[in-house]
């Protein structure tokens, strides 16, 4: 009988280890991804900014270039090799934090942001591509949930070191960039980044792609158009899930600096703490749970929806939180429950297809809820707040209001799809026996 070692297909991917290195890439990305929520309320006052300009630097003009180039990654992405892909990711979106950091007015943000968003979308689908294809079926869900848990704390990372970078060059402890200490954190925080693209470079050498010769994006398209119900209405409940998530990500230290009266430091380090516990917590649940309901023959629809009843419960919470307690309380509610979502749409869609099709279809799937996410989520709270809400806790009551809307939309589609994606899922194990 050949040994593990004999399959190329498996044992020249990865291993546990290489899984951790690739969440921690996954967690640089969206520590640089998040730094516009960080220090929003300081781009507000300094660049003269609505609500509305800070949801659309935040959302569309990092989704404008990462959705197109996520759907070329999802395409041919996995026939290249790992370690320049990913390392080369890494270094250009590296570089385009740094020039956020020197943006001398509002265009120049967007056209970082732009450069940030085509950096990035190549990391997440090949990277995937290459953890499906190497794990245990048994352990699927968990390997997965290891490497999203990655993005989740990658948000809790940026808040709590650009917090404590911005209050170092804020005191005058340090002193760069005259009255723009945001500017200097922000520089401060590319220095991990450029030590894990050695680390990428380093580790991911010699790996092959996961999926050379395989089919591409013609291939998913095809078979979501063949099976309109069991994967349209998955894509649809994920992409609603991701738009709870990315809406709360984004506002959630701007709306604890408005309700709670704390400075910007204060605020991303108060939910830093709380997504850095909330996050993995979330994820690693929610992995746990699929496992076991993908071995029942189970789908995600209920791990799903109680997440996003925790979410919404928490976003209520936090439109009548007055302090930081009752906000801190509100934002772990919104976190695990919106993350454990987030990690059941994920690991529930590899089911639905043979494994040479899930790094397109991951590359599809990831390139719309992108789009419906990060796309629509910031900007919408942020018109929502502008139009319709004012006060310390109208951005919070903004939330609010769009994330039930989602969830309400997401619960509906994977109930609807609950049925179909179990015909589909018994279907494409028979076709593989």
Wanted: with cysteine; net charge positive; hydrophobic share 60%.
């Amino acid at each position: 009988m050949k040994s593990v070692r004999s399959r190329p297909d498996q044992s020249s991917l990865l291993d546990v280890s290489g899984v951790a290195l690739l969440a921690v890439g996954h967690f640089m990305a969206f520590v640089d991804r998040a730094v516009p929520s960080v220090y929003a309320p300081l781009l507000k006052a300094e660049f003269q900014l609505t609500d509305t300009q800070l949801g659309a630097l935040q959302g569309p003009a990092f989704v404008a270039l990462y959705v197109a180039a996520t759907l070329l990654a999802g395409h041919r992405g996995h026939h290249l090799r790992p370690a320049p892909l990913l390392a080369g990711a890494a270094a250009l979106w590296t570089a385009a934090t740094a020039a956020l950091a020197f943006a001398p007015n509002y265009g120049s943000l967007l056209a970082a942001r732009l450069t940030l968003g085509f950096s990035q979308a190549a990391f997440a689908p090949a990277a995937l591509a290459l953890i499906v294809a190497a794990a245990p079926p048994e352990r699927l869900s968990r390997w997965v949930s290891m490497f999203t848990s990655g993005s989740s704390m990658g948000r809790s990372g940026a808040l709590l070191a650009g917090g404590l970078a911005l209050g170092a060059f804020s005191s005058g402890t340090l002193h760069a960039f005259g009255h723009a200490p945001w500017r200097a954190a922000i520089i401060l925080l590319t220095v991990p980044s450029l030590a894990v693209t050695a680390l990428l470079a380093w580790r991911l050498r010699g790996l092959k792609p996961a999926g050379a010769g395989g089919p591409g994006l013609g291939a998913a398209l095809a078979r979501i158009a063949a099976n309109r119900a069991g994967l349209g209405l998955h894509f649809l409940a994920s992409g609603a899930v991701i738009l709870v998530v990315q809406s709360a990500g984004a506002w959630a230290p701007s709306i604890v600096n408005r309700a709670c009266g704390l400075t910007p430091a204060a605020s991303a380090l108060l939910v830093g703490v709380v997504v850095l516990v909330a996050a993995p917590s979330g994820h690693l649940a929610a992995g746990w749970l699929m496992d076991r309901r993908l071995r029942a023959g189970g789908g995600p629809a209920a791990v799903l929806a109680g997440g996003l009843a925790l979410a919404v419960l928490g976003t209520a919470l936090l439109a009548r939180a007055g302090d930081p307690a009752m906000a801190a309380a509100a934002l772990f509610l919104i976190t695990a429950g919106g993350g454990g979502a987030a990690l059941a749409a994920l690991a529930g869609l590899q089911p639905l297809s043979p494994a040479a099709l899930r790094p397109p279809m991951n590359g599809l799937y990831l390139a719309f809820v992108t789009i419906a996410g990060l796309g629509f989520g910031p900007l919408l709270t942020g018109v929502v707040s502008d139009r319709l809400f004012a006060g310390p806790h109208g951005l919070a009551a903004a939330l609010a209001v769009v994330s039930a809307l989602a969830a309400a939309l997401a619960v509906l589609a994977a109930v609807l799809g609950a049925r179909p994606w179990r015909t589909l899922a018994r279907e494409t194990r028979e076709a593989l026996a």
